[in-house]
């Protein structure tokens, strides 16, 4: 499985963007993704999750109410829209799957894009 990340730029605060993580290589249907982010200097942290059947979701707290999960398994694509975004929000952003439990933890996850770089400007 490859995973590829994009969206990612310079935006300013109170801005919006949207990430994509497109996945070849064999269908993720059955995996739940998430997206994880690294600021500089401080670790990897988890931001949001799906389940493989999209019907559930769960957020950071630090992201709740300003982010969306989505997926759409017959593009094999997860989004992540990204609104009202603040300055602690710049990190780089990774998307996971690979995990068939759904959960928060980055150990569980298998596979892992390259990154996309999002920064805000205050």
């Known amino acids: 499985v490859q995973l590829q990340a994009s969206g990612g730029g310079l935006v300013q605060a109170g801005g919006s963007l949207r990430l994509s993580c497109a996945a070849s290589g064999r269908t993720l249907s059955s995996y739940a993704m998430a997206w994880f982010r690294q600021a500089p200097g401080k670790e990897r942290e988890f931001v949001a999750v799906?389940?493989?059947?999209?019907?559930?979701?769960y957020y950071a707290d630090s992201v709740r109410g300003r982010f969306t999960i989505s997926r759409d398994n017959a593009k094999n694509t997860m989004y992540l829209q990204m609104n009202s975004l603040k300055p602690e929000d710049t990190a780089v952003y990774y998307c996971?799957?690979?995990?068939?439990?759904?959960?928060?933890?980055?150990?569980?996850?298998?596979?892992w894009g390259q990154g996309t770089l999002v920064t805000v400007s205050s």
């Open positions: 799906i389940r493989w059947s999209g019907s559930s979701t």
């Open positions: 996971a799957t690979g995990s068939v439990v759904f959960t928060t933890s980055p150990i569980r996850y298998d596979y």
